[in-house]
């Protein structure tokens, strides 16, 4: 069973930078749908971005691109998540999430939590005016 760690979370003002990671262990990550979701104080999660486990096709939420990259190294079982020109209203709980379908095709990705089987503890991103 894939168990996902995500670091890199903090404390950042506007228009900083983050870069968030999710390590994976008892699995291999290269087999793997991967996707980032976050969920702020009192409201449901929300996609961010999502890659195919051949890291051919990747997805972002309309709120995020320009600012946001979603990338993978397989070989190292990580996945990656670049976030520039933070706002506050980026301030949320980030996740990372496994979906098991990237095992049928390399092009696989999905935005829907659902539709993922593995997923991180969480890591805390809180951006200040």
């Known amino acids: 069973q894939v168990q996902l760690v995500e670091f890199g979370g903090g404390l950042v003002q506007a228009g900083g930078s983050l870069t968030l990671s999710c390590a994976a262990s008892?699995?291999?990550?290269?087999?793997?749908?991967m996707g980032w979701f976050r969920q702020a104080l009192g409201k449901e999660r929300e996609f961010v971005a999502a890659?195919?486990?051949?890291?051919?096709?990747?997805a972002k939420a309309d709120s995020v691109k320009g600012r946001f990259t979603i990338s993978r190294n397989n070989a190292k079982n990580t996945v990656y998540l670049q976030m520039n020109r933070l706002k506050p209203e980026d301030t949320a709980v980030y996740y990372c999430?496994?979906?098991?379908?990237?095992?049928?095709?390399?092009?696989?990705?999905?935005?829907?939590?659902?539709?993922?089987?593995?997923w991180g503890q969480g890591t805390q991103v809180t951006v200040s005016s």
């Open positions: 008892g699995g291999t990550l290269s087999s793997y749908t």
């Open positions: 890659i195919s486990s051949s890291g051919s096709r990747r």
């Open positions: 999430a496994a979906d098991w379908r990237g095992i049928v095709s390399g092009s696989y990705y999905s935005e829907h939590d659902y539709e993922y089987d593995y």
